[in-house]
């Protein structure tokens, strides 16, 4: 369960210090632009309807879910620490943005467009990435489950 949770993938100093300012850029801006306004605005935007494939669940539930993921699995990443996990976390809810609350929406932005799937799918590239790569050699992960080898698939 260790090495699920807290395998840092690559060891390579170069690459590693990519992750570290992919995973600290991505995080600060979801945070900040993202899960500490909704969590701001929590009393105005949880009268938003239901959406049909999470009807089951509250508008005030599923807010606070999205708001969870975002703010929580943020600072997850931003630190390196369960960074996979909070990556798929993060991930999955930006797959819920992009086909369910945006699902009639168009793919891309453009002249006149004020609503599209082109920034949940901007935010979920970079989580893809992340999923596959680990957190790097300059994360918690690292310090944690402490290898002199990256384990082999």
Request: charged content about 15%.
């Amino acid at each position: 369960m260790k090495k699920f949770l807290f395998d840092c993938g690559t060891r390579d100093a170069t690459a590693s210090f990519g992750i570290l300012a992919l995973r600290v850029m991505i995080g600060l801006m979801m945070l900040i632009g993202h899960g500490i306004p909704k969590i701001q605005n929590f009393e105005k935007l949880k009268t938003l309807p239901d959406f049909a494939p999470f009807s089951f669940i509250s508008p005030t539930v599923g807010l606070m879910l999205c708001s969870g993921a975002e703010v929580g699995a943020s600072v997850l990443i931003i630190l390196g620490l369960a960074t996979r996990p909070a990556a798929f976390l993060l991930g999955f809810n930006m797959v819920i943005a992009a086909f369910a609350v945006l699902g009639s929406a168009v793919w891309f932005m453009g002249p006149g467009v004020t609503v599209s799937k082109e920034p949940a799918l901007l935010y979920l590239v970079p989580m893809i990435a992340i999923i596959l790569t680990g957190a790097g050699a300059y994360s918690f992960d690292a310090g944690i489950l402490q290898e002199s080898k990256r384990r082999r698939w």
